[in-house]
């Protein structure tokens, strides 16, 4: 069964710090693999990786993905409060569905 | 309209009422989708279709029906609420069905009593 796996499942910190977000995958035939923030309605899009080792950047925002190990991270330096969010992981697979995981929930506190 | 919207934002509705869900986008985007959003469990597709005209189930598909008359509009019907479809539902589209950014609409908050 196609599974996508996010950790941690929620995390504190302080501005400034730099946090990273883990998802793991297991589907059949991987196509892409999108990571998301949502604040308080809906999803937005940060990043769509489909290659393995080539870096995504966005700002303060970075993302890679490693497809022999099936996992992606994504990296927020320089944390600010604007920041809070949960953080989506989606993989598409040959099924054609997007595979959603359950979020990290960030907090950054002043 | 600008992008995807839904209606209504939120519905309260008693068990066994048929309830339909809108969800309009104006990018002429070829796929569009449907989800549920519950507490500890994620997005959850519930139905999808790639082009109009065309539908597929997704993993949560029972007790809900969709239809896609045209390119714009992907409407979501619940035949006879039952309270476990209480949720928030997502409309979402994308240019085409190949893992793309999916846009996502605000939202139907939806409680089933």
């Known amino acids: 069964e196609d599974k996508v796996v996010q950790s941690p499942l929620s995390l504190v910190v302080h501005e400034g710090d730099t946090v990273t977000l883990n998802c793991s995958y297991e589907v059949t035939n991987f196509r892409s693999l999108l990571w998301y923030k949502q604040e308080k309605k809906a999803p937005t899009f940060l990043f769509m990786l489909?290659?393995?080792?080539i870096e995504k950047k966005s700002g303060r925002l970075s993302s890679i993905l490693d497809k022999k190990e099936l996992f992606s991270i994504l990296n927020i330096t320089a944390t600010q409060t604007g920041d809070s969010a949960i953080y989506l992981c989606a993989v598409f697979s040959g099924t054609y569905k997007y595979i959603f995981g359950t979020g990290t929930r960030l907090k950054v506190l002043a | 309209i600008a992008g995807i919207t839904q209606a209504p934002t939120s519905q309260i509705l008693a068990a066994g009422r048929r309830m339909t869900l809108r969800c309009t986008q104006d990018m002429r985007h070829n796929a569009m989708y449907w989800y549920r959003q519950d507490l500890g469990l994620g997005l959850r597709l519930i139905h999808y279709s790639n082009t109009a005209g065309t539908t597929g189930k997704g993993e949560v598909p029972d007790g809900y029906s969709v239809s896609r008359a045209n390119t714009d509009d992907f409407p979501l019907t619940l035949a006879s609420a039952v309270p476990s479809q209480t949720s928030v539902y997502f409309c979402?589209?994308?240019?085409?069905?190949?893992?793309?950014?999916?846009?996502f609409g605000p939202g139907t908050r939806l409680t089933v009593l």
């Open positions: 489909t290659s393995s080792g």
């Open positions: 979402a589209s994308s240019v085409e069905f190949r893992g793309d950014e999916q846009f």
